[in-house]
């Protein structure tokens, strides 16, 4: 068993009051390889003192500043504040999720991921899933399946 901090070797950034680290997780087989893979939700992280992963190979760090990633990473979007897995697509691969339940009235992005690269990102709010559109402070987001 290891244990994680935002001071353990190969963890980006370092840690700051509020930032929550690992305040959600989720994993899964993510990239295909036959390995499970773990999503470390940081709601409130300070975006410029991240500078990678959480351990070496393969590793991604991923915010609303990530190329490929919808939306700008605003004050209060809370991007991370929650993470989750579901096989969004039917194609038997869970697929990461993060929630940003402060985006508006919040949004679920759908993470497809390879071994070591971010190959797309889609957001979701709750109108695009079929739902009545949301307002401000419905939060949606703030609970994903893990």
């Given at each position: 068993?290891?244990?994680?901090?935002?001071?353990?070797?190969?963890?980006s950034?370092?840690?700051?009051?509020?930032?929550?680290?690992?305040?959600?997780?989720?994993?899964?087989?993510?990239?295909g390889?036959?390995?499970?893979?773990?999503?470390?939700?940081?709601?409130?992280?300070?975006?410029?003192?991240?500078?990678?992963?959480?351990?070496?190979?393969?590793?991604?760090?991923?915010?609303?500043?990530?190329?490929?990633?919808?939306?700008?990473?605003?004050?209060?979007?809370?991007?991370?504040?929650?993470?989750?897995?579901?096989?969004?697509?039917?194609?038997?691969?869970?697929e990461?999720?993060?929630?940003?339940?402060?985006?508006?009235?919040?949004?679920?992005?759908?993470?497809?991921?390879?071994?070591?690269?971010?190959?797309?990102?889609?957001?979701?709010?709750?109108?695009?899933?079929?739902?009545?559109?949301?307002?401000?402070?419905?939060?949606?987001?703030?609970?994903?399946?893990?």
């Amino acid at each position: 068993m290891k244990l994680f901090d935002q001071d353990s070797p190969g963890i980006s950034g370092a840690p700051e009051m509020e930032d929550y680290f690992a305040s959600s997780l989720a994993a899964g087989d993510f990239d295909g390889d036959g390995t499970d893979d773990l999503v470390v939700g940081m709601r409130s992280e300070e975006l410029n003192s991240a500078t990678g992963g959480v351990i070496t190979k393969g590793a991604l760090w991923i915010d609303q500043d990530t190329d490929k990633v919808p939306g700008d990473p605003v004050v209060g979007d809370h991007f991370g504040w929650t993470v989750g897995a579901l096989d969004t697509d039917g194609n038997g691969r869970v697929e990461p999720l993060v929630g940003a339940p402060g985006n508006a009235a919040g949004t679920v992005t759908v993470l497809k991921v390879k071994p070591g690269t971010l190959e797309s990102a889609t957001a979701f709010a709750e109108a695009d899933l079929g739902f009545a559109a949301g307002s401000d402070g419905d939060a949606f987001g703030a609970a994903l399946p893990h």
